[in-house]
């Protein structure tokens, strides 16, 4: 049976792939972005574009082009990196990565809440990066700190949520050769899309809330 999937950031990289492979495989992909790239128009899913998750006319455009719609699966995949290393430190990406790599995930889910139900799923895309213990190279203030904050307010919505019958996937696709680090990395976007489908697919209730590898491995925090 197919499903319906929303997938933030969905433009290119990880999200254009994740786009791919749900539409493949027979799911209902709503595409959501700022503006669709020439990839992704010709994909033939629904796009939702002249969304800024980070304001609330972007929130509610979200909404309103998806009243009809119930979810099955949110990937929230909208992220940014910015470098920041000490000495160097700018106020400025910092609060912009934490606005859209850790507020605005949580913003959207609260959103889009309504139009899910028991046995729905929400799967954010997050960094083993913000693992405070796997940290062993220092630097990258801004997105580490967001994306920690990503995964602490993952792992409280995976304990409110579980009431309601959704699980929640808390996911690091691996070093991904996307335009964020210059096409550098060690797996495709392709490749980190299947891995984090079947990631997806494998969340249940009983493991809800676990910060997962995308190639199946467990992440300290």
């Not at 800024?52 to 006319?57: G, M, R, T």
């Not at 019958?165 to 996911?171: F, K, Q, R």
Request: aromatic share 4%; glycine share 10%.
């Amino acid at each position: 049976m197919s499903k319906s999937v929303v997938i933030t950031g969905a433009n290119r990289g990880i999200g254009l792939s994740l786009a791919k492979q749900y539409q493949a495989r027979g799911d209902k992909v709503h595409a959501i972005c700022r503006s669709p790239s020439e990839e992704l128009s010709k994909l033939g899913v629904d796009i939702v574009d002249q969304v800024d998750v980070n304001a609330s006319e972007g929130i509610e455009h979200l909404l309103s082009a998806l009243k009809d719609v119930d979810i099955d699966i949110l990937i929230n995949n909208a992220g940014i990196l910015r470098v920041e290393s000490l000495g160097s430190l700018d106020r400025d990406t910092i609060r912009d990565q934490f606005s859209t790599n850790a507020l605005a995930p949580l913003v959207v889910t609260e959103a889009l809440l309504p139009r899910m139900k028991q046995g729905s799923k929400v799967a954010m895309i997050t960094s083993r990066m913000g693992s405070v213990e796997d940290n062993s190279g220092g630097g990258y203030y801004g997105y580490r700190m967001s994306k920690a904050a990503l995964n602490a307010a993952s792992k409280s919505l995976a304990i409110d949520l579980k009431p309601r019958g959704i699980a929640v996937a808390i996911l690091h696709p691996g070093f991904v050769a996307t335009d964020m680090v210059n096409g550098h990395g060690d797996i495709s976007p392709d490749e980190a899309a299947q891995r984090l489908v079947k990631r997806i697919d494998e969340c249940t209730l009983q493991n809800t809330g676990t910060f997962w590898h995308s190639n199946g491995d467990l992440l300290p925090w």
